[in-house]
């Protein structure tokens, strides 16, 4: 007990020492023979935060807030992670309602599209049904367009620049959904977060569904037309060449109820 008083008393000294130099956050331990380790993020468990970077104005949350766009991976570093957050307030709402005059004029091309990509035709459907309700000629405030509401940038990501033609548009929403179901593992609550809010949202919330209100009603309005048009749920195996035998992984932290309600 005196050793472990000795050892906070010295890593406090270092830190007071640090903080009059550097103004940033310390974090240190003290090994088996002695030695003080410091750093100035969390290398591992081993590292206690000993001093809370005190700049005047300084927001550390900033940079954390707009680290993520949609389509255009992580701008984050993998070491600043925010702690993972509960996902047990995932609500549970009714399958949205389509135009069906609406929705059977695409009907076709999207099948089409979903087995150029090898994607289950009911989750394109689904997501089309969420965005933007079959109408190719949706376009959103932050400038997402068309059937599958995709972003120039995730456009140019893919390879497509003719966003508002309803093939070349469900072209770049099925790469994109391609490459979050392999990034993901096919955990599907998780690539409809990551449809909605980037795949770089998701791995800054260490592979949860992040804590926006949008994204999280997103991924219910989604599951709920998913499990409508398919009858999948927790237990069941999803259809479709790419999902066979692959099991809808529902987040570890929602409840039996929650669950079997998607």
Do not use: W
């Not at 998701?202 to 592979?207: A, D, G, I």
């Not at 035998?245 to 079997?260: D, E, F």
């Amino acid at each position: 007990m005196k050793k472990l008083r000795f050892l906070n008393g010295l890593l406090a000294l270092l830190a007071c020492f640090a903080a009059n130099s550097v103004h940033a956050d310390l974090y240190g331990f003290v090994d088996e023979q002695g030695q003080v380790h410091l750093a100035n993020r969390q290398v591992d468990e081993r590292y206690q935060l000993y001093q809370k970077n005190q700049l005047s104005g300084s927001n550390s949350n900033t940079a954390l807030d707009d680290a993520t766009t949609p389509g255009l991976g992580a701008t984050l570093s993998g070491d600043n992670r925010p702690p993972a957050p509960r996902v047990d307030g995932l609500k549970t709402v009714p399958a949205p309602v389509v135009n069906p005059h609406l929705a059977a004029q695409y009907k076709t091309l999207i099948d089409q599209t979903a087995r150029e990509f090898k994607l289950d035709a009911n989750l394109l459907h689904s997501i089309v049904t969420v965005e933007s309700g079959y109408n190719p000629q949706a376009v959103s405030p932050k400038g997402a367009i068309g059937l599958m509401q995709v972003i120039p940038a995730t456009g140019e990501r893919f390879g497509v620049s003719r966003l508002d033609d309803p093939r070349q548009n469900l072209r770049a929403g099925a790469r994109y959904l391609r490459f979050l179901l392999s990034q993901f593992n096919n955990d599907l609550p998780l690539v409809i977060a990551a449809y909605n809010a980037g795949e770089g949202a998701v791995q800054k919330y260490r592979n949860t569904i992040p804590p926006y209100e949008e994204t999280r009603d997103y991924v219910a309005k989604v599951l709920a037309s998913y499990q409508k048009r398919s009858g999948a749920n927790s237990r069941d195996s999803l259809p479709g060449s790419v999902l066979r035998n692959k099991k809808l992984l529902l987040p570890a932290a929602l409840s039996n109820t929650q669950a079997s309600a998607l």
